[in-house]
């Protein structure tokens, strides 16, 4: 009998039920971009109906890439999502050079973003000095990260908690608002200055998150088939209830009122319930952040464990702590690169806008490399997987046309009179630091 057994390498536990995958991708989806965007989307929209179309439209066209994502999943069940189906289609240098610029870009940009956003809803409820947001922005970051180490037991738990007070209480207000009996503004004749295509980013910023759900995958029960429900269930959750608070806004403002507005969501509270209304909003609003923050700490650690799995350069990244299960090293270095960009974000006019820019060009363009993917694994392998996207190639290929339009226009803000003095130089370094990741990979293959 051998005395000396081989040890094992604690891995990924199946702890994550369909409704857990669906709460933990709502929570993503669902955040500060419903209470911040919809003005934005009005001021470049024709007309009510236009404006509601672009929020439909963003839910079929976030639907159409959840449906691809679904049979990469359903191909690939493992812990990683994109990183995975990078390696298996395009190869290890693909799959690094994403990982790298999810760890340094992406992902960490999107948690200081938000966090952002946390902090100046939580200035407005106890300020803490002239550096408030930041500062907030920063505790954010650490408390979840701290949660998120103590278990994922524990991370999932409390997303489900906040998700259902954020659904509560962003139901209660559509129908508070839509009983109100206000007076809509209509917007003014003969406006000018609409983009569709404008409004379409926005739409689908506010979007943003429903691919989290892949990186679940090695922890999800029966994930071959799992999957794909949570994937498809949790857009069609979203785009019902964002369809519900855009109807209410217009509703109670209008769409003139709409576009008149800095916070729309905080106008209708101020319209329905009055000044106190702004602090329970902003309460709401906190909610919305923290649970966006949860997940996306969650799923982002995923994938520094897969790099750190697969490239001896950064083993270290790929221990996975038994107790609570989480991959404990990935979850600290991923909280220090989101506190470092937290700090970089201080110094800018606003730390929220500075990291939109600095991620949105690498998001997507791999985005875009994910949904080119799908054909390559298509034509590699025969085996018909358990979930196939309907409607092949139109679903995918529309998708990747939507990707490849958003990624021209995320470096085209480069040149918006409005944004580009102010951010053009987040644009160029987020690219900058993509790129840097040729160099590391060629030295992590030796």
Request: with cysteine.
């Amino acid at each position: 009998m051998d005395s000396n057994p081989v040890a094992v390498t604690p891995q990924p536990k199946s702890l994550l039920s369909v409704t857990d995958g669906i709460v933990i991708t709502v929570g993503m989806v669902i955040g500060v971009g419903i209470f911040k965007l919809p003005s934005l989307v009005a001021g470049n929209s024709a007309g009510p109906a236009e404006f509601l179309l672009a929020w439909l439209l963003g839910g079929a066209v976030s639907l159409c890439g959840a449906l691809v994502y679904a049979e990469l999943a359903s191909r690939h069940p493992e812990t990683g999502g994109e990183y995975a189906f990078l390696m298996r289609g395009l190869g290890r240098g693909a799959a690094f050079l994403f990982a790298w610029s999810r760890m340094t870009v992406i992902q960490t940009g999107a948690i200081a973003a938000v966090a952002f956003a946390f902090g100046d809803y939580a200035s407005e409820i106890v300020r803490l000095g002239d550096s408030s947001a930041a500062l907030w922005a920063a505790i954010a970051v650490v408390a979840m990260t701290l949660l998120n180490f103590a278990g994922t037991l524990q991370s999932k738990t409390l997303q489900k908690y906040m998700l259902i007070a954020l659904a509560v209480a962003l139901v209660l207000l559509s129908l508070v608002a839509l009983l109100s009996g206000g007076t809509p503004r209509a917007a003014a004749p003969g406006s000018h200055g609409t983009s569709f295509g404008l409004a379409m980013i926005f739409v689908l910023f506010t979007y943003g998150g429903w691919n989290e759900a892949a990186y679940l995958a090695g922890e999800v029960r029966d994930a071959r088939r799992n999957m794909t429900r949570i994937l498809v269930w949790g857009i069609v959750a979203v785009t019902a209830l964002y369809m519900l608070v855009n109807a209410s806004y217009l509703a109670a403002l209008g769409l003139g009122g709409m576009k008149d507005s800095k916070a729309v969501a905080a106008d209708v509270m101020r319209l329905v319930a009055g000044e106190k209304g702004a602090m329970l909003l902003a309460l709401v609003v906190c909610v919305a952040a923290l649970t966006t923050i949860n997940a996306a700490i969650f799923t982002g650690a995923r994938t520094n464990w897969a790099l750190g799995r697969d490239f001896p350069l950064f083993r270290g990244l790929g221990a996975w702590r038994e107790t609570g299960s989480t991959p404990a090293n990935a979850l600290v270095i991923q909280g220090v690169i989101a506190l470092a960009l937290v700090a970089a974000g201080s110094v800018t006019p606003d730390g929220f806008g500075a990291m939109v820019a600095y991620t949105a060009p690498v998001f997507w363009t791999f985005f875009l490399l994910t949904g080119l993917t799908l054909f390559v694994l298509r034509a590699k392998s025969g085996e018909r997987p358990v979930f196939a996207v309907p409607l092949y190639p139109l679903v995918p290929i529309a998708f990747c046309a939507m990707c490849a339009f958003m990624l021209w226009s995320s470096i085209d803000y480069i040149r918006n009179p409005d944004f580009g003095p102010k951010f053009g130089d987040m644009v160029l370094a987020g690219l900058a630091i993509m790129a840097a990741g040729i160099p590391v990979y060629w030295l992590a293959r030796k």
